[in-house]
């Protein structure tokens, strides 16, 4: 069966840190792999999504990157956090054709910027 | 602009009254449609999806939704709440063919005992 890991769990990084956070998938090949921000009221946001390695699409401008080394593991990061950048991080898999399917979702990081 | 709109935020019931959250969505094309609820301390998780086909979906603990195309929407309904129903909600669509999925502000719903 498939399962999808994160970590950390829990990150409280002061501002102008660097950020990196990662996300990895087990028992499948070729997924699509995507960042969501979740804040409170404001539902998920995709931030990044991706199709192949070496391939990101970027959703929303902003002090945040995505790369895909290998074909299950996704890497988001920064190289100085803004007290915005607070929230609760998911990452999430599809198979690997467009669309049409479901989303499954990590545990998620829970990051505080002071 | 492609958007979802859950108009609920919070809702607050008690058991066995009747559930319905409205989704309702903004595309430009064919849509597949789904919800998803997240227990305290959980993952987020698949609820029920809409692909094709009958309109009215059936998906896991008793909940529902129906497909409406010329309201754009898609809304959960359940008959009899549970205790255990309490949860956040959310609705989102994926424009078929597309990687892209878009979700609705999501609905926080109490159920009390």
């Known amino acids: 069966s498939q399962t999808i890991h994160q970590w950390p769990a829990t990150l409280v990084q002061p501002v102008g840190s660097p950020l990196s956070l990662e996300c990895t998938v087990e028992g499948t090949s070729n997924p699509n792999l995507y960042w969501y921000r979740q804040a409170a009221g404001r539902g998920l946001q995709l931030l990044f999504y991706s199709v192949g390695i070496g391939q990101i699409s970027s959703e929303v401008p902003q002090n945040l990157s995505a790369s895909r080394p290998q074909d299950r593991q996704f890497i988001l990061s920064s190289k100085k956090l803004l007290l915005s950048d607070s929230g609760f991080y998911l990452c999430a898999w599809t198979p690997g054709l467009a669309g049409a399917d479901t989303q499954y979702f990590g545990p998620g990081t829970r990051l505080t910027v002071l | 602009a492609q958007s979802v709109s859950q108009h609920n935020h919070h809702v607050i019931l008690s058991e066995a009254a009747s559930l319905e959250l409205g989704c309702n969505y903004s595309y430009g094309g064919t849509v597949n449609l789904f919800w998803y609820v997240q227990y305290p301390g959980q993952h987020l998780q698949l609820l029920l999806k809409?692909?094709?086909?009958?309109?009215l979906v059936k998906g896991i603990k008793g909940f529902e939704a129906e497909f409406i195309k010329s309201k754009f929407s898609f809304n959960l309904r359940k008959p009899s709440v549970q205790w255990s129903d309490t949860a956040e909600y959310f609705c989102a669509v994926n424009g078929r063919g597309t990687y892209k999925y878009i979700f609705g502000t999501g609905t926080r719903l109490k159920v009390l005992a």
């Open positions: 809409y692909f094709s086909g009958d309109p």
